[in-house]
């Protein structure tokens, strides 16, 4: 008997108390492990991650969390020959186990990237700017987002037991929540082996990731109205948990994300010598073949005009001949087994469905040739191409999961776009086509349909990511039948597991809450100069309030003559005069930024080592010859970075003129030494 599959709950290894289910390997049908959670505590779990790991992980700021990440990351990565060979049991090719450990890897790595670069050093996000909520600013309002003291509960499908995992985890784990990972079955032997590795890393604080191997049941009467629960499978399954009363009267927040019937459409414009035909074709071929077409994103649905349809099919069947079906461990094979016997039950039925308006042109549900391995066994099938009959209502109703694509035809534009909305809700659409007016109907017809849609052609293609790979940066989840959910797409991923908070007080008050300046709250001046003070030093508020000066016409036309902006406006009185928003000589908006900043710096070595951008900026009054300003620069944002000698400082720049008036206001950026003598 195998090993049986052990659960990470409440801060120690699990084993359950019977023999548990076997899990079969694909290709050959031994036995890969056993999986039972027979005596889990599954309350305990639920407490383990709400007293240990919630706070844990909210201790953290969201650097201190990206660099966990990464490190996890790069954990993983020394781990992947491992995950790699364990991955070929569930049928999957060394190109199939890189799309699921490399790409579940790349994703913590660009979550890693994007919490530092992106969020605060801070437990807290400002949305938005504030609102003046009084006559004279005294009261303000102010958007946050603030981590829930919640848990993180994912489900994951069978297809993806890496990836899926680590695209949940990361934005949660940024948003200062703890895990708990139901893997789904089928595949669990792979997911255990990864977090395994990461438990046993230490990286990542005791309580924030659990594993849950074995049946759930019980689990969301756990949970509660601060805990969510991120669903991948089934729409039937999906329709389950949506009854569930956690989530319909205990305030559990259910994310779906459920099998669709994704289509790809080649547009009217491309024709047989067109490269876009060939990206069309090698689209759908791959989509139907990596991971056999166990992908939630796949072409289900492949959409041409009907005076074309002859040439792609043949360009189709073409390219899937040679198509080697087998051993997933041989290099030769492009193609291996489905996830299980059961899942090829599964779409030999739903082919069989296909088949009641659609046929057969290529390939045998019932056989297939298979190379180093036995068919009897693994859970093998051919790629299936079927053809609709116009009408046909099949293909848009019945999902088969697994290495099959049906092509139905399209006359007019229209008719294109309503048969991708007859799936009534996809992940991924793409469109094939060279011409920016088919490009622009189609993308704005299916985007209220789609979560994502790619649009192709030779141009892009040198650098595309392909039809079915969700990407970190990009938003995944789809409307309808898609489940409605929405995962993924840089930090969007992460504010889903966070509350977003409407806050009303005075500036003062909202600058204590929030860690950062707000205006219209204390300005402190003393008599250093803040660019004389390290990081450790700067507070939250200190402020330099510059002498003024004058800008001269001779400031004006020698700015004009030494960079070249001789625009009119600054050089031709007359011109200028005429011009309605100005009336006469302005100064150039850069001409005034670059003086101000001749007004506040302080020019000897110091600790600011650099201005590295400016955010924001708006020219609100024009500066007429002989006018003066000054300027008021206020510390916004201190912004330690974990691992240099120096962190941010964000700035606060108001330009004003002898009125008062507000005629520039910018954020300026600077790197500021941690210490004076770092
Ligand atoms: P399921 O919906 O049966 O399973 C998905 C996950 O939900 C698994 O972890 C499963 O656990 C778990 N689960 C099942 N029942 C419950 C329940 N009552 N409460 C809590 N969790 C539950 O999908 P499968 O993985 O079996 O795949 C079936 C079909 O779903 C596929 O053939 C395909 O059509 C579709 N699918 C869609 C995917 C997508 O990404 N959109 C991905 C994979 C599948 P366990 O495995 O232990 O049963």
Redesign the pocket.
Known sequence: MSALLESYAAGSWFRATDDGTPLLDATTGDEVARISASGLDLAAMVDHARTVGGPAVRALTFHQRASILKAVAKHLGEHKEELYALSARTGATLRDSQVDIDGGISTVFSYAGKGTRELPNDTVILDGGTEQLGRTGLFVGQHVWTSRPGVAVQ?????FPVWGMLEKLAPAFLAGLPTIV?????T?YLTELTVRHIIESGLMPEGSLQLLC????G??NQLGAQDSVA????????A??RQHPAVLHGGVQLGV????LNCSILGPDVTGDDAELDLFVKGVVAEMTVKAG???TAIRRTIVPAAMADEVVAAIIAKLAKITVGNPANEGVRMGALASLG?RD??RKAVQTLRGSAEIVFGDPDHVDVADADAETGAFMSPILLRAAPGASEPHDV?P?GPVSTVLTYETLDEAIALAARGQGS?AGSLITRDPEVARTVTLGLAPWHGRILVLDRDAAPESTGHGSPLPVLVHGGPGR??GGEELGGIRGVLHHMQRTAIQASPDMLTAITGQWIKGSVQRIDDEHPFRKSLAELRVGDTIRSASRQITLADIEHFAEFTGDAFYAHTDAEAATANPLFGGIVAHGYLVVSIAAGLFVEPKPGPVLANFGVDHLRFLTPVKADDTIDVTLTVKQITPRNSAEYGEVRWDAVVANADGKPVATYDVLTLVAKTLDS
Do not use: H
Not at 231 to 238: C, D, I, L, Y
């Open positions: 489900i994951n499908a069978f297809n139901k893997p789904a079955s089928q669990a074995g049946n759930p049941e689990l969301l669903f991948t499978g089934s729409a039937s399954t999906g389950t948990l994300e459920a099998d669709s166990q992908k939630c899942q599964e779409v999902e999961f992940l898609a489940g």
